[in-house]
Every structure is written in structure tokens, then in C-alpha cells.
């Protein structure tokens, strides 16, 4: 079963679950079951047009268009034969005092085999620098050992936080939001979670723990890769810091092992 959509704009959520729509907003809380529920579309474009059997129209942002796309789809696979012309009489609104959270503090991605050949290559080079320095320059390669802590860890983060960019952009293009069910807590806080794609396969991603049903984001261009943290200015501010901080490390730990090659 496909796991339930989420599409997220302008402030408010819209949730397709097991028995209809539930919108929330700014200070309300919307439900609509399936059977009042005449189609829906998106004219192309992201946001979505849901139209109910008395004429009735909600209108939701739905974040991107192949998100919208893919919420109408399963809408539309959702909504049964038999539809009761009722239309927004059968509609539930409840006041709630502020619209729920996105999730974040996502653990960072793994870097993929571009990074691991760029650090590895890295290594291999500051290894044969560490090489020459000791044989030509006798104890100056001091300079270059204490340099290679500060140098690898501002490599590393800065690598972290290029594919920290390279997962968030295309959420933020493309990507299809989802309620994700726990699998089971690790430890330090970690958590493993189960989705399911819009073609049925299921995936695993880890994650803090944020509970048993979270929401999270997939690329449906490549659906194994997710995250959880949905609030693009806490991506934004994570992204700089880890750069800040990577170079920062990298420039000090690169000072220390030049300072062989400078003049006495």
C-alpha cells in the first residue's frame, strides 16, 4: 500500500488518508471524506483543484508540480463509485490552535562515491606531501601531522554539506511529501522509517526520532533517497554552518601543513 501523501504550501498541509482528505491551516482543520468528493486536478501547474459533488472547490498549493500530479492520482484512485451529492454538507471544520510543524533535524546523507573518490584522492596526495616533507624538511613535518585533523574534518563536513545541497534541491523541485511509519528506534536518538513509493516499493531511511508517523519527502526520480527535514530555512541554515565551519577547519588545517614551504 502506498504510503499516505502530504502536499505541504503557503502554510498549510493537505493529508489523503485512509478515509478522505484532511486540509489544515492557519487555525482550522478540514475534513473531507472521499464520497463528496467529485475529481480533482491541477490544470498542470502545482496547485491542486479538488471540487466537491455540490460544486464546492478547495483549492491546495501543493509545494511543486509533480507532487500535485501525483496527489490527484491517488486522490482519483481513491474516490469510490457510488458519490453522495451531499458535497460540503458532509464536510467536518474544527478550530485548532496552530497548524503542525514540518519535521526536521534529519542525520546528514552519507557522501556518495563522487565524495569518497575526492576524499580518497585527497589522502593519497596529503600522504605523499607528509612523505616529502619528512624526508626533505627532517621535523617540520610536525606542521604537516598537526594539520591533518583540522584539514580531513573540514574536508568531510564541507563534502556533508554539498550533499546535504544535492538531496534538498530536487525535494524542493520535485519531491512527492509522505507519511512515513516507524520500523523500529536505534540508538543516540536515531530512528529508522519505512514509506512507500508512488509505483508500490517500499524504502527505508534513517532518521532522528520524530515519532511513529512523520512526514517525509522522496525524489520520484530516484525514491530511495529521502529526508524528513522539511523546513527549507532550517535546511538553509544547517547547509551554512556545516560550509562555514567545514572551511574554516580545512583553511587552518591547510595553513599548518604549508607552513614547511614557507621561508625562515
Known amino acids: ?59 491546495v498549493d501543493g509545494g511543486n508540480a509533480t507532487a500535485a500530479t501525483a496527489f490527484v492520482t ?39 562515491y563522487a565524495s569518497l573518490t575526492i576524499l580518497g584522492t585527497l589522502v593519497l596526495v596529503y600522504l605523499g606531501y607528509a612523505i616529502w616533507t619528512g624526508v626533505t624538511r627532517g621535523s ?21 554539506a554539498a550533499e546535504e545541497v544535492r538531496l534538498q534541491l530536487p525535494l524542493r523541485e520535485r519531491g512527492i511529501t509522505v507519511v512515513a511509519r516507524l520500523d523500529f528506534r536505534a540508538k543516540g536518538g536515531a530512528a529508522w522509517y519505512k ?10 531511511h534513517r532518521s532522528r526520532f520524530r515519532g511513529p508517523q512523520p512526514p517525509l519527502a522522496y525524489d520520484p526520480r530516484r525514491p530511495g533517497r529521502a529526508s524528513t527535514d522539511l523546513v527549507w530555512s532550517r535546511v538553509l541554515t544547517k547547509v551554512i554552518t556545516r560550509a562555514t565551519a567545514g572551511l574554516l577547519l580545512l583553511l587552518a588545517g591547510g595553513a599548518l601543513a604549508l607552513m614547511p614551504l614557507v621561508p625562515s
Not at 617540520?140 to 556533508?160: H, N
Not at 514509506?195 to 527505508?204: C, F, M, W
Open 74 to 112: 491517488a486522490l482519483t484512485a481513491a474516490l469510490p463509485e457510488q458519490r453522495d451529492p451531499g458535497g460540503s454538507t458532509r464536510v467536518t471544520v474544527t478550530s485548532v490552535e496552530q497548524p503542525p510543524e514540518a519535521e526536521s533535524r534529519d542525520r546528514s546523507r552519507p557522501a556518495d
Open 195 to 204: 514509506y512507500t513509493d508512488a509505483d508500490g516499493v517500499e524504502h527505508s
Open 1 to 59: 500500500m502506498v504510503s499516505p501523501q502530504i502536499l505541504r504550501g503557503d502554510g498549510a498541509e493537505a493529508v489523503l488518508h485512509a478515509d478522505g482528505i484532511r486540509l489544515v491551516g492557519r487555525g482550522s482543520r478540514t475534513e473531507i471524506p472521499f464520497a463528496v468528493v467529485q475529481g480533482a486536478g491541477t490544470e498542470g501547474g502545482r496547485d491542486v483543484e479538488i471540487v466537491l459533488t455540490d460544486g464546492v472547490v478547495y483549492r
Open 140 to 160: 617540520e613535518v610536525k606542521f604537516v601531522m598537526a594539520g591533518v585533523i583540522p584539514f580531513f574534518t573540514g574536508l568531510i563536513t564541507l563534502l556533508f
